[in-house]
């Protein structure tokens, strides 16, 4: 079906280069930009049809475009104030909102609610609910954080994460800790399983029957996991599991071992048996710096997939369950790639240390 002739389009020079300027300039919304060139093709003497195939748009979108802008000029082009109900809050209480929460607490509180700083403004708890969200402010939550203050904590970076990145030829980086004390716990009564709409209940009370310290070492370049249970945590267990290690890695390797200050790591009987075994070379991470350990990593996934919500009668039991999940991990061991450089961790820690020093000013 031919298009109806449609009213020719007149423009005059200011309305050209103002046109044009929305057409080309960056800064301008897309679809303002292509109501423009509507109305320009329509100028140089186009149909609806031929400035529709032009743009590569809809003939009753250009259609429409043309008409407003006969109707309206370019007054038309722009984008009318939407239906509904109109703002409430102004954008001064909106600022009130956000710079009595951040600069300022309640007198009787830590922090604000949206209630109590909704009654200390004279607005409704969902506004002050609704701005929050929009800006992201969430006062009632308080994350931790801790810096190092290993002198040596540079020279630490660089060394641990120089062998994540670039380990040693005919080397194997293992990450060496401890998981002490690991609780063998069990309900007073038997868990409730899941059901629809009802998450599997468990009693808050439990039954304490012994503890066990679990010692993992894990090859950072396989994902592999050399590991062994004790009842106690001392250096004598380390030395028995260093001696695991040796048993478990070929002769024709070294052992490069990334683990943190514990003194049990210290004592006089492993630097002697460091001594008798110079393939093994000991790397410490810095001091309250255990995030750079990856075996921590690894304990996590054991911790939320096995131990946390795990019922356990006795020490042998729990032995037996982690001794399982480690061999299941082991036929299909799944390696942490370490991604940052030392540089890029310290220039982390130097903007978070500006950050804090800014804020105390």
């Not at 046109?19 to 320009?40: G, H, K, M």
């Not at 000991?282 to 054991?302: A, D, K």
Request: hydrophobic residues 40%.
């Amino acid at each position: 079906m031919p298009d109806p002739v449609a009213p020719a389009v007149t423009l005059t020079d200011a309305d050209r280069d103002q046109l044009t300027q929305w057409a080309r300039r960056a800064t301008s919304a897309n679809a303002l930009a292509v109501r423009s060139r509507i109305v320009l093709a329509a100028a140089d003497g186009l149909t609806t049809s031929a400035v529709a195939r032009k743009l590569d748009i809809n003939v009753a979108t250009a259609r429409r475009w043309r008409a407003r802008f006969l109707q309206h000029g370019l007054d038309g082009l722009l984008d009318e104030p939407r239906p509904g109900r109109p703002r409430t809050v102004a954008d001064a209480q909106v600022e009130a909102v956000i710079t009595r929460t951040l600069e300022t607490t309640p007198k009787d509180a830590t922090h604000w609610s949206t209630r109590s700083l909704a009654a200390e403004l004279g607005m409704s708890q969902t506004s002050v609910s609704r701005i929050w969200r929009a800006f992201g402010l969430q006062p009632h939550r308080q994350d931790s954080w801790k810096l190092s203050k290993d002198p040596q904590f540079v020279d630490k970076v660089h060394d641990v994460v120089g062998l994540y990145l670039n380990p040693p030829e005919a080397a194997v980086v293992l990450c060496v800790d401890e998981k002490s004390q690991i609780q063998a716990l069990d309900r007073t009564a038997p868990v409730l399983p899941m059901m629809p709409g009802t998450p599997a209940r468990a009693t808050h009370d439990y039954v304490r029957s012994g503890t066990s310290s679990l010692y993992a070492a894990l090859d950072v370049a396989s994902g592999t996991v050399i590991s062994s249970l004790h009842a106690r945590h001392r250096a004598i267990e380390f030395k028995k599991f260093l001696a695991k290690i040796d048993a478990e890695v070929p002769d024709e390797f070294a052992v490069h071992v990334v683990l943190d200050n514990a003194s049990t790591h210290k004592t006089p009987a492993i630097k002697r048996w460091l001594t008798a075994h110079p393939r093994f070379v000991l790397h410490f991470t810095p001091t309250s710096s255990s995030w750079l350990n990856l075996v921590e990593r690894w304990f996590g996934e054991l911790t939320t997939k096995k131990l946390r919500r795990g019922t356990h009668r006795s020490v042998r039991a729990l032995n037996a369950d982690i001794r399982a999940w480690i061999a299941t991990w082991n036929d299909n061991p799944r390696p942490y790639v370490w991604t940052k450089t030392a540089d890029d961790i310290l220039a982390s820690i130097a903007r978070y240390c500006t950050k804090i020093n800014d804020s105390r000013h």
